[in-house]
């Protein structure tokens, strides 16, 4: 499902408009991004909860050249299930 599908699905769903739909889902977006921005995590009671990791600095390898490269440390965005979604999908 892509995010055209998921708005879809979302106005059909509440019974609004897909503009209404589109702004809905862009502001959830938004603030999940805001937030993962802050440091803060985003808990949703039995769909999951977004995070931010931090990856460490690592040395890789060029494929092109099989040439050493440092990799430098990053923060990620992370998901982790909650129960309820786990419970969905099995």
Known sequence: MNKTELIEEI???ADITKA???RALDAMIDAVTASLQK???VTLVGFGTF???ERAARTGRNPRTKE???IAAAK???FKAGK???D???
């Open 11 to 13: 106005a059909k769903s």
């Open 39 to 41: 440091n803060d995590s």
């Open 51 to 53: 995070s931010v990791g």
């Open 88 to 90: 969905a999908v099995n």
């Open 76 to 78: 990620v965005p992370k």
């Open 84 to 86: 309820a979604l786990k």
């Open 68 to 70: 050493a490269i440092k």
């Open 20 to 22: 209404s739909a589109t």
